[in-house]
């Protein structure tokens, strides 16, 4: 059960104290670089009758309010992809929750509730957001080490400003390099974050893009820490034709009932966009060189413990 001194001796932590603070100017930052960029920030959505299936389209974390049920948001993806009929560029720090299952509890990179800082961009290319990601990554390594010099001490981390562009790779390539469970080994073998390109349309949702030119592949990216830190971020661009999206739908086995509110929607006509979500705790995590996740948040909730 939930154990009180533990908790206490957590709370009351310098770690935890710094890594916050740490944490806090991530926010800060990561809002004025965004307001500069022209995006507005919205509010985030808990729960909705849709949610991000994330490969595992069994119902999980339902409420049921006035005898309809919603879903506890595991990501924001399709309201950003609506928020874009009110504003080009949007943003949010979204709360998700995602039942992970027992055998990530000592990952260190796993949380069952954790917030991504998630934006969508109106008409955008991949390439487009992949610069943005860059630059937003490298304005917040930059406050960082400016405000926190004391904490980074502290943590012993010496953290470095890495050039743009970052390097890329595609799926297939890694896979091919470095074998099926490749994220490991690349993101220990690299000294500065890396994109992941094209991944193959099997191992991801329905709402990344499909290469017209490349069948089976995606026009998608993940941004991987280096130092065994592993993935920063997914995203790319989405589906946005009817037609299509009700296709991809189907090919994953889920029934079109499930999705009926954002069909009707993409039935009028969804804008062409592309976007991201980068998790706020394993940014907090790398920045300062952790490799307990417990301590880049209060009340952290890992796989199959029970927390406040
Ligand atoms: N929905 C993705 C995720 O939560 C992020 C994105 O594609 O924007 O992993
Ligand atoms: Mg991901």
Known sequence: MFDVDKALDLWRSEALRRALRIQSVVLDASREFLRRQGFIEI???????????????????????????????????????????????????????????????????????????????????RSEVISLGEELFRFIVIAVREKCREDLEFFGRKLDLPESPFPQISYREAEAKFGPDFEEKLSCSQKGPFWII???????????????????????????????FGEALSGGEREYIFQRICYRIQQKGIQLEAFSPYLEIARRGLFPSAGFGIGIERLTRYLCGLRQIELTRLFAKLPGEFSL
């Open 43 to 125: 509010l985030p959505v808990i729960i909705s009758p849709i949610t991000d299936p994330l490969t595992d389209h069994r119902v999980r974390g339902e409420v049921e309010c006035y005898g309809f049920k919603y879903q506890i948001t595991k990501s924001m993806i399709f309201h950003k992809q609506i928020a874009l009929f009110t504003h080009p560029r949007i943003f949010c720090f979204s709360p998700n929750v995602r039942i992970e299952s027992i055998e990530r509890r000592n990952s260190g990179k796993h949380l069952i509730e954790f917030v991504q800082l998630d934006l969508e961009v109106r008409e955008a290319k």
């Open 198 to 228: 094209d991944f193959p349309m099997e191992i991801r949702e329905f709402y990344d893009r499909e290469d017209e030119n490349r069948p089976g592949i995606l026009i998608d990216m993940d941004l991987v820490y280096p130092e065994g």
